[in-house]
């Protein structure tokens, strides 16, 4: 028989989640994987649309930690958060890649996101543009605690949310390559103030679940620097991702650790 609380886009109910609190969502399903792989009993789950699941375990971790991808761009997140939620779901951890736009950063380096600017439109569904979208600070601590204990180069503070790969990162390389008058100077804009990288779903996952009394933060990879061109870099990629996938196991681990009172 069907799970009665089976939910129509994830695939996930309370029973296959087993009482999950933690998960990480990466954009791309075939980081799965590779997010389980640095933990212990990871199984697959379900695969619906862009939403591939497993589930995992971690030491001094309670409950077991959920792994989902969202696909590109903040609807598809937030319909993760919503359903997840309902499942029980109280801390996420988005695990992405992202475009640096300041100089001091390098390929492969990790921002973790404390806020974000808002350029996508998903979060005013949730609430009016003046609600900052800001990450969970005992989350951001974790993630900065778990990158400097593996000795992983990393850089915290502003990210920016754009709706588009192309024209709302002021990329040039599109098919047009035309970039509406809204957008033109942007990129140097954000530079000046102190905007560290454009990605396309912080801002929209900081304000759903501060909006709806969840916690949620953000650690990316980065795999393009846009001084340099406009091109992904791979061979970053693909080692980035096991940095990834580290960092967010040590962070879920410290953080659960201090939330049931035991040292991180």
Known sequence: MADSDLQYHVGLSASLIEGARYVLMPGDPDRVPVLSAAFAHARPLAQSREYRSALAYAEDVPTPVLILSTGIGAPSASIAIEELARLGVRYFLRVGTTGAIQRHIALGDLVISEASVR??????????????????????????????????????????SSDSFWPGQERRDSFAGYIPRRFQGTLEEWRRLNVLSYEMENSALF????????????????????WQGEAVSHDVYAKAKHDLARVAREAVRRHAARAIGRPA
């Open 207 to 226: 304000v759903v679940c501060r909006a709806l009394g969840l916690e949620a933060a953000s650690v990316c990879a980065v795999v393009a620097c846009r």
């Open 119 to 160: 350029l996508e439109g998903t979060s005013s569904h949730y609430a009016p543009i003046e609600y900052p979208a800001v990450a969970s600070v005992d989350m951001i601590c974790a993630l900065r605690e778990a990158a400097c204990a593996l000795g992983i180069s990393h850089h915290s503070g502003m990210t920016c």
